[in-house]
C-alpha cells in the first residue's frame, strides 16, 4: 500500500492535472510541503515532458504560496531517487524545504550533507 496513494483529499493544499501538494506530515522546518505525483511511479526520470512542465508550475505555485505564508530566506529541494538515495517511499516527491535565517549555524553546502564527510568542499 502506497501511502501517497491514499491520501485523503483533505490533506491536498492544491493541484493541477499531474501533480499535488501536501504539508509533509514529518517536517523539517515551518511549511515543509511535498509535490506529488499523481501517477504511481518512484522516479523523477521517468516524467513525461507535459509532467515535466506541470512539476515545474506547481514549484512555482507552492514557492509563491510559502513565500506569502512564511518569507524563507531561500529553499532547498530534493528528491531521493532510489533506495541508495534514501528513498523511502517509492512513490515520487519533491521535498520542498524553506529556509530560514540561522535555522542552521553554518548551512553551506546545502544538499551535500547527505554524504557528512564529503560535504566541506570549502576548506
Not at 14 to 21: L, R, Y
Not at 30 to 57: M, T
Request: aromatic share 10%; net charge negative.
Amino acid at each position: 500500500m502506497c501511502p501517497f496513494c491514499e491520501l485523503p483529499d483533505s490533506r491536498i493544499w492544491h493541484e493541477n492535472e499531474h501533480f499535488f501538494v501536501v504539508k509533509d506530515a514529518f517536517p523539517v522546518c515551518h511549511c515543509h510541503s511535498l509535490v506529488i505525483a499523481r501517477r504511481h511511479d518512484a522516479s523523477i526520470f521517468s516524467l513525461s515532458s507535459a509532467e515535466c512542465d506541470d512539476l515545474n508550475r506547481m514549484l512555482r505555485w507552492i514557492k509563491n504560496a510559502i513565500d506569502e505564508l512564511a518569507q524563507p530566506s531561500g529553499y532547498n529541494l530534493g528528491v531521493n531517487e532510489g533506495r541508495a538515495a534514501g528513498q523511502t517511499v517509492s512513490h515520487l516527491h519533491v521535498h520542498v524545504i524553506p529556509r530560514y535565517p540561522d535555522d542552521q549555524p553554518d548551512p553551506r553546502g546545502g544538499v551535500r550533507w547527505v554524504l557528512p564527510e564529503k560535504a566541506i568542499y570549502w576548506e
